[in-house]
């Protein structure tokens, strides 16, 4: 999953993802504003679990001049990809987790951040959330 960025260089370097407004950064040379993009990115979508703000997709690689790609964390993709679909489907995490037969609401709440599931809970969240995207999460 990938979000794009415009570059400006007007008295030094900055970048603002296309797709979600607020989410900027600087950098002081081009390496630099690419790990601060990742950065930015990241910690926007990483967003705290009790939120309900849905995020805009990210769009199809922009091929301008000026625009960067930037990969989001897959762990990151993953969780937010989750939070989504459990807010698209009117569902609480309480909800969630009983649906997935999880023991408890926090084994529950962990996918929501930044985690690492195994198969068998992706093919649980797979079962209840088809739209979710193992694929997207991880670049494919």
Known sequence: MTYNFRVHRDGGLWAECIELE??????????????????????????????????????????????????????????????????????????????LGMRNLFSYQRLERKSNPSLETLTRIKRLFPDVSVDAAIGG
């Open 22 to 99: 607020g989410c900027s950064t600087q950098g002081g040379t081009m390496a630099e504003l690419r790990g601060n993009m990742a950065e930015a990115l990241n910690l926007y979508l990483d967003e705290p679990p009790s939120s309900n703000m849905l995020f805009p997709p990210p769009r199809p690689f922009v091929r301008r001049s000026g625009v960067v790609a930037v990969r989001v964390d897959p762990r990151v993709a993953f969780a937010m990809q989750l939070r989504q679909a459990r807010i698209r489907n009117g569902l609480t995490q309480a909800d969630t987790a009983r649906r």
